[in-house]
Nanobody
């Protein structure tokens, strides 16, 4: 079992930045792929970014490429999402997710989820 706890959400103006953190409980964190998803009201949950256990391969949704950066610190069992140049359409609840080894863009194939953290970007 892997427990994930997100932090770092909040209210920011358009063009601002936030950094989300996700702390994982499991000691084998290093063998898990980590991902960030988001869900806006009335919309399906969508993948934002993901990183493989090896820290070599990453994925970004087209809507966030060049603005968001995913990274992980295996020594701290933590994954980060640095969000720059935020837009109102980035407003959503952001979820951290984990699954063994490699990432997938399909939400239903991720095994573990955090409780979510709200990000609100004002115009």
């Amino acid at each position: 079992q892997v427990q994930l706890v997100e932090s770092g959400g909040g209210l920011v103006q358009t063009g601002g930045s936030l950094r989300l953190s996700c702390a994982a409980s499991r000691r084998t964190f290093t063998t898990y792929a980590m991902g960030w998803f988001r869900q806006a009201p009335g919309k399906e949950r969508e993948i934002v970014a993901a990183i493989n256990w090896s820290d070599i391969s990453t994925y970004y949704a087209d809507s966030v490429k060049g603005r968001f950066t995913i990274s992980r610190d295996n020594a701290k069992n933590t994954v980060y999402l640095q969000m720059n140049s935020l837009k109102p359409e980035d407003t959503a609840v952001y979820y951290c997710a984990a699954r063994p080894n490699v990432y997938t863009t399909l939400a239903e194939r991720w095994a573990y989820w955090g409780q979510g953290t709200q990000v609100t970007v004002s115009s």
